[in-house]
Structure formats: C-alpha cells, structure tokens
C-alpha cells in the first residue's frame, strides 16, 4: 500500500486547515453564499436533495483500517441530520412510498470513494481535520476538474498483471491534484488505469483509459484511449494511441487535456464532455492533441517527462504488508486444506467459489466482502459495520482492502489457511453474501431518496429485486450478470454498462424506469465495452421486477451451452426482450417513451 509522505500529510493538514478558515469566514458573512460554492465543491462537499453530502477521495481505492476506522467514527458520530431536516426528508419520501434514508452510514461509490449524506456543514472542518488525521481527504472530488484516478482492485496482487498500475495512478494523482490549468474545465475529467490481461477498471467509459502494455523490446507503455462516458450520450473511448512511453504520460495527458480545455463546449454543459469533442472533430482532435503533445516534448522540452528516479521513489512508496506473522503453509498445503474444508462444508464451498480470486502469491488469495444484502441499499456500511471491516482488515488483510467499482470491498492479502475464519466472522457482520457476479450484487446509485439530481429513486428497486432473488441455485443457475441501476440520466449507477441497465425517467412528476439488455463494462465476462439497447417504452415502478424476472426467464429459455446472459444477449439481439418486456407489463400501467441520446 502507498506510504503516505511527509509532504502528502502536510499538504493535506494545511488544505484541512484552510478550508475550516473558508467555513468560517462564511458563516460569519465574510464571504457570500456565491463565493464559498465553489471552496466547498473542491472540498467534495455538495448540497443534495435534503442536507449536504460529502465524497472522501480513496485514491485508487486503496484504503488502510486505520483509514476505515475514522470513516466508521465518521459516520457514528457526524452523519447525524438535524431533526427538522430529517423529519421533513421522512415525511417527504415517505409520501413517495417505500423510501431509504440511513443514518450514521457510509456509502461505498462506483468511483472507489466513500460518500456521506447527512454531515451537517457546521461540522464540516471538524470532519475534514478527522480526514487528514490518516491522510483522507475531499479534494477534487467534485468540480470540472480532473478527479479520482481509478484502477483495478486486484493491483499489485492480480495473476493476470502486466505491469501494476497505481505507481502510475499516484504520479498522476500527485501532479492533477490542484493543477491550475484543470481546474476549470469545460466539465468533470475522470482517468482510469489498467495494468492486467483483463480489464477490470471499465476503461472504456472513461474521458482517458490507460492500458499499460508492454512492447516487442519489453519496454513499458501506454495504450491510450480517449472520449469514453456515459450519461446523455454513451461512447466508448476511441483508441488514439497504441503505445505511449511510460515516461511521457503526463505531457500526453496535458496535451489531451489542453486540447479539451480550449475547443470543448462551454455554452451547453449535456454537450461539454470530452467525449462530445472527440465524437464531433474526430481524427482533427487526434491530430490537434498530436501537435500540442510534439510542442510540449519538442518546443517546450516536454516539461513533464517522468524521470526514472521519480518512478523508482514512488514504486518504493509502495510497500507489500509485512506477512511474517502469517502461516507459513506453503501454496500447496494450503489449497490442500481449503479442499478438505470445502469438501466438508457446501457454503463454505460455495462462497469460496465465488467470492475468493486467486493471488500472484500462492498462498495467498483476494477476497470480496460482498456490500450487496437484504435490508441495506448497494454500497452502504453502517458505522458498526465500518469498525467491523476495519477488524477484518486489521487480522485477515496486513492492515490493507480496496474499494471497487461495483461497490464491495476487496481484502487482498488473505492467506489461504485463514479463509474458513474469515468467512465464519464475516457471516456474523452480515458480510459473507454469496453473490459475488450474479444479479444481486448489483451496482445502484443513491437515486432520488437522496440525490438532487435524480429523475426517480433506484434504492427500492434494487430492494425489490433484492429481496425476489434470495434462492442461491437460482441466482447461480441465471449466471454471472451485471444490473445497474441509475436514478437519472447522468449514470452514476453505470446503467449503460450493465448486462441489464435500469434508468430512473421523470413523467409527469411520477418515477418510471427504462430497461436496457446487452451492455458492457469491458472485463472478461462482458466482452467489448459497449452501451446497452433499450428493450421499449418505460415502465412504472411496480412492473419493473417483473420485467425483470420475464428478461431472465427469456434468457434461461433461450441460452446455449451454458452461455452467461451477455452471449445469448449478443447472440439474439434484444427483439426477444423486447416482447418479454411487452408481456410483462401490469394491464392498468401507462409507458411513455424516453429518448436515451441526442
């Protein structure tokens, strides 16, 4: 895991410091609302439907227990409403139906950051003091700026690991971090890294995906690829650049991003992302971004160019946990045991199926906490459970877990003989869900209980669809799927991307749902990155988990071979579907159509 600087830290206590200054000042009217908007947005504090919300930077989501211990305190002592503000939220929602506001909860993001929904901003310094005691922060998690760089919650321990990307993700965190040319671009710039055979950081959805590789000669670089997103408008990054030194990354980066920051939309913030000026320019943005790169490297003298002394200091940042306490069975004993006590224990078996990967180490193993159960919204953590996690972490994990994009966490240090162990506690927390990769282990953002931006609440629906699929042979038999579930238009819940996407709509003041089939996130399973085909006009709140469940039943009847849902997706087309989804609806229920791009 990364070791924090001296510089990291103090850079990190005087922006903590400056921001109880700025909260202050406004609080005594020495700066006006209008002003102090944007100091608390690039301190990840936002104002959402009821009552602020703040988003914790997890840099590449690596995070440490002494890390999830503040968060846990967080969230107990600070993620607590005023009455007023929370009796109205209550009364409000609950008009609304079946509603879902927690408090003293942490909230796991598809960004690998951690949110908090009811911090009020009087006690904002304090939290943010809190945060920089173990290094945590909110900057630049909000803004038209270049946010958290994402990468694979396997790095560094992935057995399909070309090159381990998060020394490149912190070269590239410490260099945007407050970069006073991109902190106002024409809208938000968010970077992902892979460093595997498979890509597992969705690099596809992003404005830039970095695929490390590595030449004929064996030297390292970059695929590059540019203009991903989602949103109103889906698209996949287009690949601009087959191999990038390693070294020149950040002058490409800058000549991308410098590119972007002059000819991107200003005037209409729906056509302002980069991925609208790569569609519309095409191979002219290559060009542009290709001439601004050789005047940076040739002209300028490539300013950023990454010596190999500063790769090599912040690799040595880097430092695997120390294991010397661990078991010293070697890899084979150890499979030997977990066979034993699989062969014993049909749960075990089955949790150790899918929820336990395979580690560069082969006495060791990574292992998802599956966040995705009965009773609490995808993503979400009490604080009890927080403190718990960082136990976990603390005596199965060398101290060390990453967050994931599809919000679980991953403890990635686990030696096989202690698997049995870990399991037996994780059931206790309720963290043990056998669901990793099928349906229930789904991606859902906030949505409309929470979010002020949201057309529809997505937290009921995944409840709903939650509670049907509870039957362990019938979610195995379905398959490995990935549903996402987003509450508006901006995919914070990654609905294009989903095996099955479910889209929160607006008509007429009432929540309906668009349903779509066939799309992609770019790993193994999915294939491809690609957007995924709507099934029809959208539904009302009380079809969708039928239409659901009459999508996966035209699957079951229509696979081959025992095809995961993506291939007979692709195979068949979404025509079937579409009329499983048609048959599904309720007689008295109206539809309306939604249009999914401009």
Known sequence: MYQYTD????????????????????????????????????????????????????????????QLRVLAQIAKEYDDPEAQVYQEALKTQGAMGTTYLPTHYAHFTTRTNVQFNWIPLSKSADVMDLLASVNLHGIQTSGNCIRNTTTDALAGVAVDEIVDPRPYAEILRQWTTLHPEFAFLPRKFKIAISGAKEDRAATGWHDVGLHLVKNEAGEVGFKVFVGGGMGRTPIIGTPIRDFLPWNQIMNYIEAIVRVYNEHGRRDNKYKARIKILVKSEGQQYIDDVEEE????????????????????????????????????????????????????????SRWLKRNVRPHRTAALRAVTLSFKRVGQAPGDASAEQMFALADLVDQFSAGEARVTHDQNVVLPWVHASQLHALWLRAQELGLASTNVDLLTDMIACPGGDLCALAN??????????????????????????????????????????????????????????????????????????????????SFSAAEVPDVIEAVLRTYRDLRENGEHFIDTARRVGVAPFKEAGAAARHPAAESTEVATAE
């Open 456 to 537: 529809a609440r997505s937290l009921p629906i995944a409840a709903v669809i939650t509670e049907r699929y509870q039957d362990l042979d019938e979610l195995d038999d379905i398959g490995d799927i990935d549903l996402h579930i987003s509450g508006c238009i901006n995919s914070c819940g990654h609905h294009h991307s989903g095996h099955i996407g479910i889209l929160g709509v607006d008509k007429d003041g009432k929540e309906w749902y668009q349903i779509t089939v066939g799309g992609a996130d770019g790993a193994d399973l999915s294939g491809p990155a690609q957007a995924g085909k709507v099934i029809g006009p």
């Open 293 to 348: 790169f050789r005047q940076i490297v040739e002209v300028d003298g490539g300013p950023h160019t990454v010596p190999d002394a500063e790769l090599a200091r912040v690799k040595a940042c880097f430092v695997d946990p120390d294991l010397s306490h661990y078991p010293t069975l070697t890899g084979e004993a150890a499979t030997a045991l977990l066979a034993e006590q699989a062969a014993s224990d049909a749960k075990f």
């Open 7 to 66: 510089f990291d830290k103090d850079f990190v206590r005087k922006r903590s410091e400056q921001f109880r200054d700025q909260l202050e000042r406004w609080q005594n009217g020495k700066i006006s609302e209008e002003e102090f908007r944007p100091l608390r947005l690039q301190n990840g504090w936002y104002v959402q439907r009821y009552a602020p919300m703040l988003r914790v930077a997890v840099p590449y989501g690596e995070i440490s227990a002494p």
